[in-house]
Each structure stands twice: as C-alpha cells, then as structure tokens.
C-alpha cells in the first residue's frame, strides 16, 4: 500500500527531472548555435563607464543569451506540460512579455545602437513593468472562465492557509514587479543571476513536490532549473554571454508567478534573499546619498559601490568568490525556506491521521 | 491517504534540511579559526614540479577537509546516532580515510622535506584497499558483527536483486575506486566540493524517495551543508584546498552511502565528472605505458592528466572548467535520482 503511494507521489517527480535532464541538453546545443549569431549580429553590450574598473574588460561581451533559456523552455513546456495544464500559459505569457520588454531595454543599450545610453529610462521601464504586473496579477485573481480562480490564498508558516481576499491583486503585483527588478539588479556578475535562480527554481520545485498540488508547477520550475544550469555553461567567468535584460526580467517574473501559483510566495524573500539584499542594498544607497545631499550637503555612501556585489568587489573579493559565496547563502537560505514550506501540512497531519485509520481497521472488521 | 503518507516524509525532510542548515552555519563560523590554525601550523602545499600549478603568485594551504570532516562527526554523533548505530560504519570510514589523507599531505607540505609529494602510491593504495575491505565486510557481515546489509541491490527495471557474497569485493572495489576518482578530481578550486555537494544532494533525494534510510538523508543532507559551508573557503582563487584528508574522507563516505542505500548501481551517473576524471587520469598512464612498450617513443592522449589540467591547457579557465563540470555533475544527478524514482 504505502509503496504504490510512494509510486503515485513520485512518478510525477520523476518526469520534471527527466524534463530538466531534457531542458539542459537543448538549452546546451541551443546555446552552440546561438553564440556565434548573436556574435555576427553584433549583440555586445555596452559596459556603464561608471562601474568597476575591472568591469571594462567585459566590454563586447555578447548579451541577450536569456534567448538560451527561454526557449527551450517554452518549447519542452509546451510539448510536454501544457495539455490539461492550462494554468501553465501564465507563466509561459509572463515570461514572454517581460523577455520582450527586456530585449527592447537590451537592443537599446547595445554598442551599435546610435544613442550613447544603457537602455530605457528607470521611468519608462518601470511603466511598462507595472502594467504588465498588473495584468497578470489580475489574471491570477480573477475567477475561472476570465482568469486562474487564484482567491488570493497564502501559506503562513505555523498557521496555515488564509485567504487575504482582493488584497491579493495589488500585492501580488508588487512582487512581479519587484522580483523582476530584483533579479535584474543582481545580473551583474558572470554567473550570479543564473545560479541564484537556477537555486531559487529548484527550491520552488522541491516545494511544489512536497506541497503535492501543484505537480505542473513542479515540473516547469525543474525545467527552468535545467535551463538556468546549462545556461551556466556559457555564463563561467569569464562569461562569453550575459543573460541580459532580456533573461533576468524574464525569469524574474516567472519565478515571482510560480511563487504566487504555488500559494508559497510569502518564502520568497527568504529563498531569493540575494536578491533581496541586491535591491535594498541598491535603493538604501541611493535614499542615503539624497538624504544626505538634503541634509548636510555633501553627499554620503553606505556602501563603496551599489549594488552589493560591486561593493564586495572593491573590497577585494574576486568575482567568482563573490557569485560562489553569494549561490552558497542562497542555496542555505533555500533549504531553511523548503523546511519552513514543511511546516503547513503540521495542523492538518493530526486531524488527517485519525480518520483513515478508522477507515482501515473499519475494512479490516469486514 | 496519500496525505498522511506525503506528511509523514515531509517530517523527516524538514528536520533533515534544517540539520543541512546546521552544518553549513558551523562549517562558515569554525572556517575562519581552522584558517588560522591551518596557517600558524605552516600546512602549505608544495606543489609539484610536473604541474601548471606554478601559476599562482600564493601558496595554498591545505587539508582543508578537517573543516568539513569535524563538523559533520560532531553533528551526526548529537542528532544522527542513537537507534542508529549503522552510522557508525561511515563515520568511521570517513574518520579512517581522512586519518590516511592526513598522513599523505604531511608527506607533501612545504616544511617537510621528502623526496615524494606524499605516501608512495602502493603503500597508499594498499592501506586504501585495507579499509575498503574492512568496510565492505562490515556492511555484508550477519548482525552481531556487522550490518547484515546481505548483498541486496537495486538495479534498473529489475527492482532490488540479491548479489550475495559477490558484494564484498565490489564493494571494496566502490569504495577504493571512489575514494581514488574523487582524490584525482581535487585538483582545481572548488571542482571537488562542488561535485561532492551535488552527489551527496542527489544521494540524499534518493534516499528520500526510497524511505527506508532516513538516517542516510540525513548524513548526506549534513554532508551538504557542510560542504557548501567549505566552498565559502574554496573559492577561487581559494586559500585553502581540501587535500587527501578531504578527497579521500568525502570520497569514502560518499561511496559508504551509495553501498548502504544499495543504490551504488547510480553512482557512476551521479558521481560521472570523477568517473570521467579517473578515468582520465588511468587512460593516460596505461596508453603512455603501452605506447612506450610498443613502438618506443611514448605518446600523450590528453595535454596533461586528469581532465581539468587538459582543459585548462586548452584555454579553458579555472572557473569555466570547474563551473562547467559542476553543472554537467547536476545533470547527471537529475538523470540518475529520475532514474531512481522509475518504480
């Protein structure tokens, strides 16, 4: 009995995995043929002058390789999770969006384009950001035949299931919006955003495993992972592609859409805590410098360069001490999230463990 | 019912995870003194005259793995041990293992002034195989005096066949050949603790999946922890390397958790980059060897032995190399735990 459950719970499990396998392999011979198009389109981005002098030699590096990941993706989900699964098209339609908007923030930003600047303006983007959140959180909330039904139920751990009603639209926009822009703050090191979020879809899978409802969930983040991995290939420092604008906007609201689907998105914060601590690092440097600029009138830092990797790189970190120390936080701060993600079903063992017991021993009487 | 089941294990995974979490936090806060112990001791490495180690401007220290070989006793002795006393045989592996790596790097310090870089190789492989032995018979030995652990393996599409006495040399074979690959592979920052985190990740989930061994998850799961703990040290360019100590230790238990879950059929796939690396290593010597006997002028297959300083030759760099084979050990993990989970 308890072995056909365990064949019925991890069957399921079995399949995402074989599908990350599958992601890795098409996103590694994907990449092969991508490189050297990008390169003969001349998609090299161009460096901010004001970053790190050690940052220079990154100058034509090829970016937008977030292509790499998206595709594959798109292509395995849709062939292989996509029938009875509607739900599945949110993320794929976030993912898409957000990759278009950031690959118009990249083009603009390329060494070959005419004007002298890194993309879109902070206003503009963020317009576009907001409204695409908006959007999809709706989607998210409204009932069956308009959008996913999503009644804005939350997990608190310790306490269980708790339904925050229509508050769930505007939050729920919030961290698209934000973890879009996080992870696009932390894509500035080789390596750092696709570790992180290969960690961050991981732990999201293994969550959507435990959980058990949300098996379709499960498999699209292990497809991610899969991606986000042999992504990872090209990205070793020193990095032949960058994922660019394109990927990390992308992948950041997917995995903000698989956090709100799998009703989980309030461990967020702690499983992306990299990219939570980019983004204050980033906005508290800037408050402060304008803070004190209005006070004393001579500007103050916090930090010697936002965001935080740079700071640690002018500390004299190496770049690839900064991404493995940074991919080891992360990946700890992960297993205490999936832990915490454990401690829901608590309440409900007791009360679940008494009624089938009755129900076998009823059957075993007969 | 399939609730009660899914909470059942979810217990176990939670406390497992946090015994991870544990491990880590002890490994980052004893790092630094360890650092400090290793350097007023002078435990630099010399390196070899053959190699492209001369590269770098610093010397390493090394035996490093004391900083993962503690922490781990330490915490499996507390929360993993009592009605669990079949922990005893890896930790025990692992603490002998790590005795004999001792002994190997004192050999290849700065400060010791020997004409070898450690043991000669057939005293090491022959004191190597004296504890394979020893511990394979343990493992397959009836109750009193040892685990039981009567041949029983899992095999692909064919469930859990009983090998019988054929277990004791394979497995001495598994765990020597292991704790050699894994040696071999300590060559370049951070390759053999990424490699090692992930192996004992994906050993982990199996023996989550399988749910007879849920002391084995949790060993695997400290092990993690404590490895990602070391690759906070081990980053390149890192200051302090494993050493035989760590290789051999990590390498031993490795393979005492493939052979006690009696899933050691996937550890080829699960452990593939040092399959790959030995392998490497061997086919270089034996066709120098027959090259040499053949025709008399010897001939190189790869640049240089094991696979990382070919790669590295090629114009890969230390972080390229070392990234790339950690994600190709990821994809390896996902195939076999798949693998694994086929009922």
Known sequence: MQDTLRALLVQDMSRALLLAAGAFVVTLIFGYFLLPMLRQHKIAKRIRVDGPESHLV????????????????????????????????????????????GAVDDYLSLEKSAKEQYGFTEGVKLTFQILLALLISLVLYLPQPYGLAHSGLVRIPFVGSYDIGFWFFPVAAFIIVATSNAVNITDGLDGLAGWNLAIAFGAYGVIAFLNGEFTNLMTLSFTLVGACVAFLWYNAHPAQVFMGDLGSMALGAVLAVIALQSQQWLLLPIIGIVFVGETLSSASQKAYFKLTRRLTGTPKRLFRMAPLHHHFELTGWSETQITQRFVMITMIASLLGISLALTFDQPQLVQQEVVPTQAVSQSVQE | MLDILRTLLVHDVARVLLLAVVAALFVLLTGRGWLRVLRYMNLLKRDRDDTIEQVRSYRQLTMGGIMIVVPVVIITVIFNLVDRWSMLLPLGVMVSYAALGLVDDYYSLTSVTSQNYGLTERVKGALQMLIAVVASAILYLPQPLGLAHAGVTWVPLLGFIDIGMYFVPIGAFIIWVTVNSVNITDGIDGLSGWTLLVAFAAYGVITFVNGQFTNLMALSFTLVGACAGYLWFNSYPAPVIMGDLGSMALGGVLAMIAL?????????????????????????????????????????????????????????????????????????????VAFALQP
């Not at chain 1, 977030?66 to 098209?89: C, E, H, K, Q, Y």
């Not at chain 2, 080829?268 to 053949?294: C, D, H, M, N, T």
């Not at chain 2, 994809?331 to 076999?336: I, L």
Request: glycine content about 6%.
């Open chain 2, 260 to 336: 006690q879950s009696q899933q050691w059929i996937l550890l080829p796939i699960i452990g593939a980059v040092f399959v790959v690396e030995g392998l490497s290593s061997f086919v270089q010597v034996a066709y120098f060897k027959w090259s040499r006997w053949r025709t008399g002028t010897p001939v190189r297959l790869f640049a240089m032995a094991p696979l990382h300083h070919h790669l590295r030759l090629r114009g890969w760099s230390n972080p390229q190399i070392t990234q790339r084979f950690v994600v190709v050990a990821m994809a390896c993990a996902f195939v076999a």
């Open chain 1, 58 to 101: 990154k100058m034509g590096t090829l970016t937008m390789g977030g292509v790499m990941i998206i595709v594959p993706v798109i292509l395995l989900t849709i062939a292989f999770n996509l029938v009875d699964r509607w739900s599945m098209l949110l993320p794929l339609a976030t993912m898409v969006l957000y990759g278009i908007l």
